[in-house]
């Protein structure tokens, strides 16, 4: 055997273990198969045998088609294989058998949706109001009166019930260890629960194309114990002084710029300014990340993103038509900073 034939019978087997290395990743922050909730925890309970059986009728029939592909081959130019006409028995089996797996797959899939969105309204379940922009997540507590961006906060132990709702295009809101993807689409109202067994943070992402910046509108979850997560809505709450610019140095001056270049415009921060455009920065340094959870929050990556946000995240809602200057986004950044 030559070396290039030799090296196309191994390219195969090739590409097969390195399929089969790249699903072994040690920290999978996104991994489906390590639910953390009882949500995703009923999904995993429907996931695990459907997969199962599925795998044992893989083998088997691969097996038989490799057998048969063999043991059946051609071995003379002239011998025809032996000529058969159906067989009514086999034909039967092997489409009983697989209906009836389906159907008992079908009923164990309508079982687990329905109870998974059985609204128990009996129960201490908390509303959150989910609304997907071009390219990041609004989150309402409408009994709180909170609104944030891209950090879903939730109580641990407790039902979380979300409305999910879109500004303009279709998208699909994915936390993978604690539910499914449900779509969020405009005019229309999904809905979806989740549940977080301990704390913990849980990324996710949009999971429908949602445009040129699909890739980068992603998601955490924030799970709290109870306490912890009234002590961060109460918090929420609060107005800060340094919203309203006075006083002197780069915080009142980036305060100022807040409001001359056009940010308080799309951007509230309550008690300051009202913007409906972007993402709500009243607590923002209260925040782990920005811009649809892309970039971690600190002044270092705050200033990438303003001298060019077209670049960082294209085409989103963000344009500035003067560019800001190094002297500018410094204030701004000061400001923004006093913005807990
Ligand atoms: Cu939103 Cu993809």
């Known amino acids: 055997m030559n070396v290039s034939r030799r090296v196309r019978r191994l390219l195969p087997l090739a590409l097969l273990l390195g399929a089969l290395s790249s699903a072994c990743a040690p920290n999978a922050p996104q991994d489906t198969l390590d639910p953390v909730g009882p949500i995703a925890k009923q999904l995993d309970g429907l996931f695990n045998p459907v997969l199962a059986v599925a795998a044992v009728f893989f083998f088997l029939v691969q097996g038989l088609v490799l057998f048969s592909a063999i043991r059946f081959r051609r071995r003379s130019e002239d011998e025809a294989p032996k000529q058969i006409h159906g067989n009514v028995k086999l034909e039967i089996t092997w489409t009983a058998i697989p209906a009836l797996i389906l159907a008992i797959v079908g009923i164990a899939t309508v079982i687990t949706i329905l109870d998974i969105n059985k609204i128990d309204k009996g129960a201490d379940v908390l509303d959150v109001t989910v609304t997907g ?16 961006a891209n950090e879903l906060h939730i109580p641990t132990g407790t039902r979380v019930e979300l409305k999910l709702e879109s500004d303009d295009v279709i998208h699909s809101f994915w936390p993978p260890k604690l539910a499914g993807k449900v779509d969020v689409i405009p005019g229309h109202t999904n809905t979806m629960a989740i549940q977080a067994d301990a704390p913990g943070e849980f990324e996710g992402q949009c999971a429908e194309f949602c445009g040129i910046s699909h890739s980068r509108m992603r998601l955490r979850v924030i799970a709290q114990s109870p306490e912890d997560f009234k002590a961060w809505a109460a918090d929420q709450k609060r107005e800060h002084p340094a919203s309203a610019p006075g006083g002197t140095g780069e915080v009142a001056e980036g305060a100022a710029l807040f409001q001359s270049r056009g940010c308080g415009g799309c ?39 303003l001298r060019d946000p077209q670049g960082e995240k ?27």
């Open 314 to 340: 294209p085409g989103n809602k963000m344009v500035l038509p003067v560019p800001l200057n190094e002297d500018e986004i410094t204030k701004l950044i000061a400001y923004l900073e006093t913005l807990k």
């Open 267 to 305: 951007h509230t921060v309550a008690g300051y300014t009202q913007g409906e455009i972007g993402p709500n920065l009243t607590h923002l340094f209260d925040r782990e990340t920005f811009a649809g959870s892309i970039f971690e929050l600190n002044s270092i990556n705050l200033r990438r993103w």
């Open 133 to 148: 922009h071009q390219w990041w997540w609004e989150y309402e507590y409408p009994e709180l009166g909170l609104v944030t």
